[in-house]
């Protein structure tokens, strides 16, 4: 069984920066994608963006593309998720989620850290 724990959000004025570390307990984060998602009130949750088990690729959705960064790594069991100039509309919780590369099913999600950003 693996603990996924976000930490890092907060609040922050549009143009500003944020970073989400995702912690994750056991020895096996380094098997797993990591998805990072986002839902914001009264929205369906979304994808944000993926880093591969490597760390060797990444994939954003597109209104994130440019801003954010995500990272990972494998030895501090750790991801990472750099938000740089925020809008109000990335206001959401955050969730990280580990994926199995074989079955690209997202098996552990965590808790959430809540972004907000003001105008």
């Known amino acids: 069984q693996v603990q996924l724990v976000e930490s890092g959000g907060g609040l922050v004025q549009a143009g500003g920066s944020l970073r989400l570390s995702c912690a994750a307990s056991?020895?096996?984060?380094?098997?797993?994608?990591m998805g990072w998602f986002r839902q914001a009130p009264g929205k369906e949750r979304e994808f944000v963006g993926l880093i591969t088990w490597s760390g060797g690729s990444t994939y954003y959705t597109d209104s994130v593309n440019g801003r954010f960064t995500i990272s990972r790594d494998n030895a501090k069991n750790t991801g990472y998720l750099q938000m740089n100039s925020l809008k109000p509309e990335d206001t959401a919780v955050y969730y990280c989620a580990l994926q199995a590369p074989a079955t690209m099913k997202y098996e552990y999600w965590g808790q959430g850290t809540q972004v907000t950003v003001s105008s």
């Open positions: 056991g020895r096996t984060f380094g098997r797993y994608n």
